[in-house]
């Protein structure tokens, strides 16, 4: 199993370009996660997804929307990218609830110049 | 709102010594905590979960106890390795369903030979 991978890796991008991150996992999870992680922020919950089918904003959801395309895939698009979105993003799943554990993407990492 | 606290200097130690890690936290009381650990350009991994009514768990060289009086977990990697340098984090789950975790900055550990 691949576990959870993500697409692009780096990615440079000028204000007000958009984007979209990709994030698919291969162990059957319903539940999935978009986070951000800033020094001396730690990481902070973008969107989740409990299930196929719906989303729910984390603490952090401006600037961003999420589509679960079905139970593997779950996508992260900048509209109208900002200097403040130059982050890293991890993309997470789980099977959700209690004792499940997440479990982590290599991350994307973007400049916004 | 709910603020974890960790160690926020690097941790230094010799290898074979015992590593501990704290993690603190206020207001609410989590029904569950977990550790993680993340290497350098790495998603986290999981590594312990605790739940509220439990005072410890162990998992080989690992032990974390939590003490919900005093708000604290503590996290110990016993004969330590330069293998386990890395940053650990603390995550807080306070809903119990592992869906909106709180993170902690973590701690950064260096195990020298």
């Known amino acids: 199993n691949a576990g959870v991978t993500q697409t692009p890796k780096f990615q440079v991008l000028k204000t007000g370009q958009s984007m979209t991150l990709q994030c698919a996992q291969d162990m059957n999870h319903n539940s999935m996660y978009w986070y951000r992680q800033d020094p001396g922020m730690g990481l902070r919950l973008i969107y989740y997804s409990a299930s196929e089918g719906t989303t729910d904003k984390g603490e952090v959801p401006n600037g961003y929307n999420v589509s679960r395309l079905n139970k593997r895939e779950f996508s992260l698009r900048l509209e109208s990218a900002a200097p403040s979105q130059t982050s890293v993003y991890f993309c997470a799943s789980n099977v959700a609830g209690a004792q499940e554990t997440q479990y982590f993407g290599p991350g994307t990492r973007l400049l916004v110049l | ?113």
């Open chain 2, 1 to 113: 709102s709910q603020k974890i606290e960790q160690n926020s200097e690097a941790l230094n130690i010799q290898e074979g010594k015992t590593a501990t890690l704290t993690c603190n936290y206020t207001n609410y009381s989590p029904a569950y905590l977990q550790w993680y650990r993340q290497d350098p350009g790495r998603g986290p991994v999981f590594l312990l979960l605790i739940r509220e009514n439990e005072k410890e768990k162990r998992k080989e060289r690992l032990k974390v106890t939590f003490d919900t009086t005093l708000k604290q977990s503590l996290f110990h990697i016993t004969a330590s390795q330069p293998a386990d340098s890395a940053t650990y984090l603390c995550a807080l789950d306070i809903d119990g369903n592992n869906r909106k975790l709180i993170w902690g900055l973590g701690t950064s550990l260096a195990v020298n030979p």
